[in-house]
């Protein structure tokens, strides 16, 4: 991508992940510059926001002038006040992210949800640039989900609108989510979701290396590989996952109706080998809207859209214009 200009007003966005935290510099046409970026070997409320600052100083350093910082987190925020309400990842509740920032830089602070972040950067500048209604869904560790309706960023009446992850869709025999409840897509539908495949079809498998030594720590990368390869543990526990992700975005077809769902997050690496295993399936189990009339693509920022989206957050002066 080209430089920010050192003469224009940019805005920072920071994406915080599980593992790291990293801060980039954008101009007004989403351009962007300066990235800094640190592991978090230390998941306290404390820390994180030392390393968050610490990102922001360096990009900032390297700006003529900014007039605003969005943060994307994980978890409930309560974008009044930039409170984390909840955040499963950290172990956090009700922690003032906002106000810890705002007491170490004098600029505007915005906190938003990550995926509504990246939602709103794809939207922006991405995969659904120009698409009315649109909806960004990242297969991750978890599933994050964003929803542009008619234009406009939904966020519901605490800013939870999108979690597509925990919709059930297996409510009586699925696995167990991170949030106690059984069969939520994202347990069934994201890269962890892909290894609980593989681990619950292995008994099937004997003789399979497909999980080796250490069978829990198998990144969904590795089983889609394998998968790719033509081997049949692989094959099983990719088919199993893809019934269930095809599940999920029938219902939000159902229930959305958009024109475009964009996949991201790590997962959506598989590309064409798990769209053109998908989209089929999804139109099977799409009965009230045409077949095919939502485009399922691959999104296009990549590991970006979260920060990118916070930056856009932070030129518009928050993810909504009006709060409750
Ligand atoms: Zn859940």
């Known amino acids: 991508m080209a430089s920010a200009s050192k003469s224009g007003v940019s805005t920072i ?25 640190y592991d978090i070997t230390d998941l306290s409320f404390g820390a994180v926001v030392k390393l968050m600052s610490s990102a922001i100083h360096d990009v900032s350093a390297k700006a003529a002038s900014v007039s605003a910082v969005g943060i994307g987190s994980p978890g409930n925020i309560d974008l009044r006040n930039g409170m984390v309400r909840y955040s499963p990842n950290f172990h956090w509740v009700n ?14 602070i915005f906190i938003g949800n ?6 709103l950067g794809e939207h922006t ?14 297969l991750g560790t978890g ?4 929803i542009v309706a008619e234009g406009t960023l939904l966020l519901g009446n605490s800013a939870a609108a999108g979690e597509f992850g925990h919709h059930q869709i297996r409510a009586t025999d699925g696995f167990i989510c991170g949030c106690g409840k059984i069969g939520c897509f994202e347990a069934h539908a994201s890269g962890t979701g892909l290894l609980r495949h593989a681990l619950a079809c292995a ?8 999980l080796g030594d250490k069978p829990y720590e198998v990144g969904s990368k590795t089983i889609r590989k394998a998968a790719e390869a033509g081997d049949s543990h692989a094959l099983a526990a990719w088919t199993r996952f893809i019934d ?16 475009v769902i964009a996949l991201g997050g790590g997962v959506s690496s598989a590309g064409d080998f798990m769209l053109n295993a998908v989209r089929p399936k999804v139109d099977e189990l799409t ?7 939502a485009k399922i693509v691959i999104a296009s920022l990549g590991n970006d859209a979260g920060a990118i989206g916070a930056a856009v957050m932070a030129r518009r002066g928050g993810m909504a214009t009006s709060l409750p």
């Not at 906002?98 to 505007?108: A, I, K, N």
């Not at 500048?125 to 869904?137: A, E």
């Not at 599933?143 to 964003?146: E, P």
């Not at 008994?203 to 497909?210: A, N």
């Open 95 to 108: 922690v003032p992210l906002g106000d810890e920032l705002r007491s170490v830089f004098d600029m505007p």
């Open 203 to 210: 008994p099937s498998f004997p003789r399979s290396t497909l």
């Open 287 to 293: 009965t009230m809207a045409p077949k095919g009339a």
């Open 114 to 119: 990550d995926a509504r972040c990246a939602t």
């Open 143 to 146: 599933v994050g989900g964003g």
């Open 244 to 259: 269930d992700l095809a599940l999920g975005l029938a219902n939000i077809i159902a229930f959305m109706n958009p024109d």
């Open 13 to 37: 966005g920071v994406d915080l992940g599980g593992s790291h935290v990293t801060a980039i510099l954008a101009d007004e046409d989403g351009t962007t510059s300066h990235r800094s970026s």
């Open 125 to 138: 500048y991405g995969s659904g640039r120009g698409v009315k209604n649109f909806v960004l869904l990242t």
